[in-house]
């Protein structure tokens, strides 16, 4: 509660005092949006386009009834775009109905008054994304293949990662912030030049209950002897929380894992008569 | 095949891997490790950085065009950040809105703004312009979209993420930055 309260304390000082560089805030502005438009209405908080309706009218037009423009054609299912009326302070406000979007996007900093000149970069005031989470230092994952980090040439060996779910505890903006990182894929580099992208970490072949040797959903047959440097990269998404609950942050932070040294031999086969205690220079024998 | 085969098989063949082990790490040199490339996530100057992300902006326009033509690729890959929340807000708001466009948007400039490059290429601001003269965009009802402009402008922040570029922010900013 105490956290609560020293959030909203700074979310007001914030809005009080705005620093220059906070003082505008550029309106983003999704390619799609534009390229189906031509322009950029506002997106309420459903997803849905405030000043667009069609045939298919869900906006919500309150508010924008005293002037409109006819952006269509006089045919009776004309499509009316309603100006954008400046919104008041109370109304951005009310658009965020939690602290997270507080902090986020609703500091209403462009109402006031600026003294002095033009801030350089009008978008000082940037929503957490998942690249500042990055200082966090998310774990790498570690791979580790199976039998023992050998293999055979023709057929599968099978890796695990160990990356799980954890927390992380830092600052952003000053505020102390609880990160949870979750592996949501795996990008397994057998060394190769192959990778394999799964949402699975892979499980040992006893976890699996499955013979040595066999295929499994993060498993690589190499085709050459050789030693090989595999690694793993674990995708994370994050979710933060900055005492009043974790809230999830959009995009996802990949993380590449340590090397690790594959073996990978060849396997032979003979046919042979006797045992190497018969015939200690038989194919396969120590004194062949 | 039975189990027991299987099992025989298999075991066979571990059995034959590992005979071969000693005698091999034994008689055969093993061979150097492949190099492996090391990422630079910067750029010697802000020509090659603007240049890199004008190779990630086309391909994510290149995706956009192919996922409307098949919907086999997802401009969501280049993207994080404010356009992803964007790109998935905005996607659900012309679906509600019974929107659908078709045909290609094609890139038609990409100019860097030096003054936006921050910490050696990690960051950096351009305005692109987009040629929609080739698409079309319709309500549900079959109705165009009216007043559809040939070209449109906008502002894009692209940030160095693991050794690419990515998409962080698509701002709105002035049609008169492109002709047409």
Request: charged share 20%; glycine share 8%.
């Amino acid at each position: 509660m105490r956290r609560l309260v020293a959030v909203v304390v700074l979310a007001l000082i914030i809005v009080a005092f705005p620093t220059p560089a906070q003082a505008v805030s550029a309106p983003g502005c999704p390619k799609a949006v534009r390229e189906a438009l031509g322009y950029c209405p506002t997106i309420d908080k459903n997803d849905r386009f405030v000043e667009v309706s069609g045939d298919k009218s869900t906006s919500d037009r309150s508010g924008s009834s005293n002037s409109s423009e006819t952006r269509g054609s006089n045919s009776g299912n004309a499509i009316y775009t309603p100006p954008p009326r400046p919104r008041t302070r109370d109304e951005k406000f009310s658009d965020c109905n939690t602290l997270w979007d507080l902090l986020k996007r609703c500091i209403p900093v462009a109402d006031r008054p600026t003294d002095g000149p033009a801030p350089e970069d009008p978008r000082a005031t940037q929503p957490i994304t998942i690249t500042d989470l990055a200082s966090f230092s998310p774990a790498p994952g570690k791979l580790t293949g199976e039998p023992d980090n050998l293999g055979v040439a023709g057929l599968p060996t099978n890796f695990t990662a160990d990356a799980a779910a954890h927390t992380r505890t830092g600052a952003l903006f000053g505020y102390p912030v609880t990160a949870r990182f979750t592996p949501a894929s795996f990008v397994f580099r057998y060394g190769d030049g192959q990778t394999r992208t799964t949402t699975t970490a892979g499980k040992t072949w006893e976890a699996l209950n499955l013979p040595q040797f066999t295929p499994t959903d993060t498993s690589h047959t190499y085709a050459e002897r050789g030693t090989y440097q595999a690694s793993v990269d674990t995708v994370y998404t994050a979710e933060i929380d900055l005492g009043t609950g974790y809230f999830p942050i959009s995009g996802t932070l990949t993380i590449p894992g340590p090397p690790q040294s594959i073996q990978i031999y060849e396997a032979r086969t003979a046919l042979v008569a006797h045992t190497c205690d018969e015939d200690p220079t038989a194919e396969g024998c120590p004194a062949s | 095949m039975t189990l027991a085969t299987s099992t025989v098989r298999a075991l066979g063949a571990l059995s034959a891997g590992l005979l071969t082990l000693g005698m091999l790490s034994a008689c055969t040199p093993a061979p150097e490790p492949d190099p492996k490339p090391t990422k630079s996530a910067l750029f010697a100057s802000d020509e090659e950085a603007f240049k890199a992300a004008e190779e990630t902006y086309r391909a994510y326009n290149d995706a956009g065009n192919t996922k409307r033509r098949d919907g086999s690729n997802d401009p969501q890959d280049f993207l994080t950040g404010q356009a992803l929340r964007g790109y998935i807000s905005g996607q659900r708001a012309l679906e509600d809105a019974g929107i659908k466009v078709d045909g290609d948007i094609q890139l038609t400039s990409f100019v860097g703004n030096p003054s936006s490059v921050k910490r050696g290429g990690e960051q950096l601001n351009a305005i692109v312009c987009l040629d929609l003269s080739h698409s079309t965009a319709r309500y549900d009802s079959g109705q165009e979209v009216p007043n559809r402009p040939k070209m449109i402008a906008q502002e894009v922040e692209m940030t160095w993420i693991d050794g690419s570029y990515l998409i962080s922010g698509e701002y709105d900013t002035e049609q008169s930055q492109c002709a047409g």
